[in-house]
């Protein structure tokens, strides 16, 4: 399924699902300049991406509540994709870059939607490479499967000639804030400096 359209999908399913608590918000609050503005999509009152627990590459349990007090960017993957995935991290590792020391701010979490083949082992190999302060997080695939529920993200096997099989996913980036609200819905292919941009304005 084509990245574009999956990231436009979920993009109007959570605005429309959203709308009625964004617009009581402004009704209590009134206008106000101090509002943050993003250059993602704007995803505030969702409450998506809350409830899962997963094992993370170095063999401990997380769940939301393990990253508190840091700006969490989000994004499923696995380790055997043969091009979103290690693009998108490498842009992502090109982001903490640009952010200089508000890095220490932030968590990349990859959730791998390949339980099968994605041991902790494996992750670690993977992700340090792009980013020794990336964690990756796999778990029982009941656990994936919620852990993407919680998201509102999309995975399914795709199986190959060969006999193997690929996997297709939602390939969009979750900023959620220091309290963990979902924040920001971001496509991937927007460049390094607008995330940054979005990571920034959540850390003000």
Known sequence: MHTRFLHSRLT??????????????TLLTGCNDA????????ISGTRIGRDWTLTGMDGKTYTLQSFAGKVVLVLFGFTQCPDVCPTSLAELAQVMKLLGSQAERVQV????????????????????????????????????KQAAASFKAFYAKAPTANG??????SASFYLLDPTGEARVLLANNVGAETIAQDIRTLLR
């Open 164 to 169: 193997g099989y690929n996997m297709d996913h």
């Open 109 to 144: 979490l990859m959730i791998s939607v390949d339980p099968e083949r994605d041991t902790p082992e494996v992750l670690r190999a993977y992700i340090s490479g792009f980013d020794p302060a990336f964690m990756g997080l796999t778990g029982s695939p009941e656990q994936v």
């Open 12 to 25: 109007r399913r959570m605005l429309l699902s959203s709308g009625v608590a964004l617009c009581a918000a």
């Open 35 to 42: 509002t943050p503005v993003f250059k993602g999509s704007d």
